[in-house]
């Protein structure tokens, strides 16, 4: 049974600093993977996806890379601002349309 | 742009009432999902549709129903609302099967059951 972890749960860091998430999973047979933003009582915004075949994915200051093999998956967001602060959740998809999700991490940028 | 909408927001409901949660998507996307989201338990599958009258079982099935009648909307079903149904409703629908494909998520419905 497919399970995805998140380290770390909880993250503080100032403004300006360029930080990595984490998300690990059990099973490396996966379809692909997508990043999610979810900000406080609302819904999930998404991110990036990376199919299994690729190896990362760009968006502005978001790097998402994928080693499937590893089962690692990493979020690199550069030069973090104040409006980063949310969840961020990672999302596996198996050979069924089901994603596996982690517990997030909880993200705060300080002025 | 893809919008997925719930009915609504917020929702108080009290114990043993039957509720219906709307989801509707705008761009004929042919697979919805209901999830539901606890603090600690993360996001966790209800039910999900492949295609109008269709559907299957997530991992949480117990107490809900579904309702696929026409491809854009999907319903989801508490037929006897109680307390341990509090939590946050999630929709979200995707174009298809291929590895390219997003997940696409409505603004969620807070669910409290008194």
């Known amino acids: 049974k497919q399970e995805v972890t998140q380290i770390p749960a909880a993250l503080s860091v100032p403004e300006g600093e360029n930080l990595v998430l984490n998300c690990s999973f059990t099973d490396s047979a996966i379809y692909n993977l997508q990043w999610f933003r979810q900000d406080p009582g609302k819904g999930l915004t998404s991110l990036l996806l990376i199919q299994s075949s690729q190896r990362e994915q760009t968006s502005g200051r978001l790097n998402a890379s994928l080693d499937k093999s590893s089962g690692r998956s990493t979020l690199y967001i550069a030069a973090s601002q104040p409006g980063d602060s949310a969840t961020y959740l990672c999302a596996v998809r198996g050979n069924t349309d089901k994603l596996i999700f982690g517990t997030g991490t909880r993200l705060q940028v300080f002025p | ?114």
């Open chain 2, 1 to 114: 742009d893809v919008k997925v909408t719930q009915s609504s927001r917020y929702l108080v409901k009290r114990t043993g009432e039957k509720v219906f949660l709307e989801c509707v998507q705008d761009m004929d996307h042919e697979n919805m999902f209901w999830y539901r989201q606890d603090p600690g338990l993360g996001l966790r599958l209800i039910y999900f549709s492949y295609d109008v009258k269709m559907k299957e079982k997530g991992d949480i099935p117990e107490g809900y129903s579904v309702s696929r009648e026409k491809k854009e909307r999907f319903s989801l079903i508490l037929e006897s609302a109680s307390t341990n149904q509090t939590s946050m409703y999630l929709c979200a629908s995707i174009p298809g099967q291929g590895p390219s494909y997003e997940q696409y998520f409505g603004p969620g419905t807070r669910l409290t059951v008194t």
